[in-house]
Nanobody, 123 residues
Framework: QLVESGGGLVQPGGSLRLSCAAS????????IGWFRQAPGKERTGVSC????????YYVGSVKGRFTISKDNAKNTVYLQMNSMKTEDTGVYYC??????????????????WGQGTQVTVSA
């Protein structure tokens, strides 16, 4: 099971940190991805971390602004979002074992999904 938290309303330029807490399995060797879905749009990948080597990937629109990290002791993956833009608005989901590679698009397929957390960037 995956449970997201940390969403909310933030002004442009602000920051939020999302958390994805896992239960029932360990994150040590799991690949975890963050996806987002804006109203009326497709769910698309934002960032992911490959289990084991802990390699991070980001789509171009968030590179330099978002950082994914993992705390194995807490069995939690985080997404630190800085310098946020209105186009970052959407429901953010964490996913277990999604496609995760160097690229600008990952299809929204995964072994499991969290329930999502709303992020709104607005003045």
């Amino acid at each position: 099971q995956l449970v997201e938290s940390g969403g909310g309303l933030v002004q442009p330029g602000g920051s939020l940190r999302l958390s994805c807490a896992a239960s029932g399995f360990g994150l040590d060797s799991a690949t975890i991805g963050w996806f987002r879905q804006a109203p009326g749009k497709e769910r698309t990948g934002v960032s992911c971390i490959v289990g084991g080597p802990d390699i991070h990937y980001y789509v171009g629109s968030v590179k330099g602004r978002f950082t994914i990290s993992k705390d194995n002791a807490k069995n939690t993956v985080y997404l630190q979002m800085n310098s946020m833009k209105t186009e970052d608005t959407g429901v953010y989901y964490c996913a277990l074992d999604p496609p995760c590679y160097d690229g600008d698009y990952w299809p929204a397929v995964a072994d499991a999904w969290g329930q999502g957390t709303q992020v709104t960037v607005s003045a």
